[in-house]
């Protein structure tokens, strides 16, 4: 508890410096929370099967973008726009979701590494895909999504016609905030909440704690592992989704980069682990960075005259989390297998 | 048959692969014409600019640390050197020997403390690592726009505090090696003093790692159980080689950007240590085993393929292709290492 108590601590120093009025600070936060719980809530899975943290939601989120190109091919606006979005990226989302899963199942014990280096990886086929290839080998009928030479997609993506379809899905007429993508990633949480009551769910469970029991105790390890990422990427495909519906634009070839990243950062700071996350953390967490990420340039302007230093200061809290997370978790695995070492030597 | 495989699985995936490539670009860039003299300078260049950094990974892997994901802390400490050198005005080899002589006790300093810390978190080195050197880089961001710089070349015009992103090197150390002894044979440049320079470095990594203390330490990286049973203190020599690591690192950035001509900062530490990864496992290396052949031959084929397929490809695709080549490759060989059952 005492990671989220520390961030509170922060960013309230951080606010009470930066000036800025209460109710902007809560709807700014409102909207924040509201297109990037999803994404956070993407990586709980992983981390109850034990796979840490599913720095792979990047490949994820890509699927989410695959599924938006689709739509702005075809000219698709509004709430269909995204539920046929929502749809055409989850086949995208299962097969990457599985080649994911098939590669982290041959680095067990490495698998945080193995994903963020994976993401690297995919991003590289993503831009062969969709600089080299688009428009030419893959047709796109929209000539306005390719550049000038008709060859690659443009750097940015309007998406003017979907922009804020399900912030103001419903509710829109009421209210100015984004009511129904509130009540989806709510949802999503309750869901995963139960998820883990059922039977697949509770395997997972059995596969994070110890994989060698569980494969005593007949659960197919592999399989089970493969499912926990598949869910993980389509839940990450439709928070992006949902995250560039508000923005209105899609930056093509950037907008998924730091997902993994912030996402982790977020998950961690609301005091999850590499072993143990909830739907608490996650809303605790999304809440407490981006409280960060609102305050901290104009802190950072106040107190020491730039705010490019409040920025660095975020890049710097989220990479700097991260790493003291993993370096407490691997102390403590490191522990936990020295204790048992000196446990069998003293049966003997 | 059996012969064939026997010698495939002796020259191993990533490197029998990365070969045909080169190959293949190399025949195609004959074949269009284009001019094999400068090609092969550049790939000298850069072979002599990035083969320290790849270098870097040899003593840790040797000492069980795995590779180095945190050579930024060894390069940012480099930097240091570099701008401490560069706010005196010093210039040429003046210059050059006093960015090494403060960067070497800064970055032997700074193995050692993450050293220590590696020595806790064993088994996840490449994780924490990469995270803690993330972590490095971007506090230092804060550093660069807050530290007291004052030469008027270093720091942004406006204002007068923060340092550049870019600083050019022309008129401090830029180039002091590459133009040492440097000669032209068949149109190919040989930057003589970029290359002795790295056959000094990697000659003394040579003879350490025969001595005693580098035996000790080559021993408690094949398997800490043995090395303990045989009296060695494991944490010693792993801290060691990072400590090598490190000091190896920040000498490798000042001579990369001497050659380079401009100092990176800010993020640019960021990524370094992905290709010299990527480097000494296409030379043949693993998580567990790693020697300096494995880094000539990386850094040669690596390098190689890099400058080789840019010009090739900017004339048969798209120019951005030669950067989608480096991060599928350098990311996909890292994966295969991730991924195999050797290793641990």
Not at chain 1, 51 to 56: T, V
Not at chain 2, 125 to 131: A, I, R, S
Not at chain 2, 176 to 184: H, I, P, Q
Request: glycine share 10%; hydrophobic share 55%; with cysteine.
């Amino acid at each position: 508890m005492i990671v989220p108590i520390v961030f509170i601590i922060i960013c309230a120093v951080g606010y009470y410096f930066s000036g800025l009025a209460f109710d902007f600070v809560m709807v700014e936060m409102f909207f924040r929370l509201s297109r990037n719980l999803l994404l956070v809530a993407s990586l709980i899975i992983p981390v109850i099967t034990g796979m840490g943290l599913n720095f792979g939601i990047v490949i994820g989120a890509m699927a989410g973008q695959i599924g938006l190109f689709i739509i702005a091919n075809f000219g698709i606006g509004g709430m269909t726009g995204i539920t046929v979005a929502m749809l055409a990226s989850v086949p995208f989302a299962v097969v990457f979701g599985y080649l994911v899963g098939q590669v982290l199942n041959r680095a067990k014990g490495k698998e945080m590494i193995t994903s963020m280096i994976l993401g690297f990886f995919a991003n590289g086929i993503y831009q062969l895909i969709f600089i080299v290839m688009a428009g030419k080998i893959i047709p796109f009928s929209n000539k306005d999504l390719l550049m000038d030479s008709g060859v690659g997609l443009k750097n940015t993506i309007d998406l003017v016609s979907i922009r804020k379809s399900f912030d103001t899905w419903l509710f829109g007429d009421i209210v100015n905030f984004p009511v129904m993508p509130i009540v989806f990633v709510a949802i999503i949480l309750l869901l995963i909440n139960r998820f883990f009551k059922t039977k697949v769910g509770q395997e997972m469970r059995a596969v994070g704690q110890d994989m060698h029991i569980a494969e005593v105790q007949g659960i197919d390890v592999d399989k089970t592992r493969l499912k926990a990422i598949v869910i993980s990427t389509v839940l990450a495909a439709w928070g992006q989704i949902v995250y560039l519906q508000n923005l209105g634009t899609l930056n093509t070839f950037t907008n998924h980069e730091q997902v993994g990243l912030f996402a982790v950062a977020a998950l961690l700071i609301g005091g999850a682990s590499v072993e143990k996350a909830t739907w608490k953390e996650a809303l605790i967490g999304t809440f407490l960075f981006h409280l960060l990420f609102i305050v901290s340039p104009p802190a950072g302007q106040k107190l020491m005259g730039d705010a490019q230093i409040g920025e660095y200061f975020r890049v710097f809290v989220a990479y700097g989390v991260i790493g003291i997370s993993l370096m407490l978790h691997a102390m403590e695995k490191r522990k936990k297998t020295e204790d048992r070492l000196r446990l069998t030597i003293k049966e003997k | 048959m059996d012969k064939i495989k026997a010698i495939y699985n002796k020259i191993g995936f990533p490197r029998f692969i990365i070969t045909l490539l080169l190959f293949l670009f190399i025949g195609i860039a004959f074949f269009l014409d284009l001019s094999l003299a400068s090609m092969f300078t550049d790939i000298l260049k850069r072979f002599g600019m990035n083969a320290i950094l790849v270098l870097a990974m040899v003593p840790t892997v040797q000492s069980g640390s795995g590779i180095n994901m945190n050579l930024a802390l060894g390069v940012i400490l480099g930097l240091i050197g570099c701008l401490v050198s560069m706010e005196l005005g010093l210039a040429g080899w003046t210059g050059f020997g006093v960015a090494l002589a403060i960067a070497i006790p800064l970055a032997a300093l700074a193995g050692y403390l993450y050293g220590l810390m590696l020595n806790r978190v064993k088994g996840q080195e490449m994780t924490v690592g990469n995270y803690f050197g993330y972590s490095v880089v971007s506090l230092m961001c804060i550093f660069w726009l807050l530290a007291p710089f004052k030469n008027p070349q270093l720091v942004w015009a406006m204002g007068g505090t923060g340092l550049r992103t870019t600083l050019t090197m022309d008129d401090s150390f830029g180039k002091v090696l590459d133009n040492f002894l440097s000669f032209e044979i068949m149109g190919v440049t040989i930057p003589t003093g970029l290359l002795l320079f790295f056959a000094l470095c990697a000659l003394i990594v040579y003879v350490f790692s025969n001595t005693k203390t580098g035996l000790a330490m080559r021993v408690s990286g094949s398997g800490e159980k043995f090395a303990i049973s045989s009296g060695l203190n494991v944490d010693r020599y792993r801290i060691l080689g990072i400590v090598i690591s490190t000091v190896l690192a920040a000498t490798a950035i000042i001579v990369y950007s001497q050659s380079f001509g401009f100092l990176q900062l800010y993020m640019a530490p960021l990524y370094v240590s992905m290709p010299a990864a990527a480097s000494i496992l296409i030379g043949g290396a693993n998580l567990r085993k790693a020697s300096i052949a494995h880094v000539i031959i990386g850094t040669l084929l690596f390098q190689g393929l890099l400058t080789v397929s840019l010009p090739v490809i900017n004339i048969i695709s798209e120019g951005s292709m030669a950067e989608i080549i480096r991060i599928v490759i350098s990311n996909g060989i890292i994966l295969y290492a991730l991924t195999r059952k050797e290793a641990v």
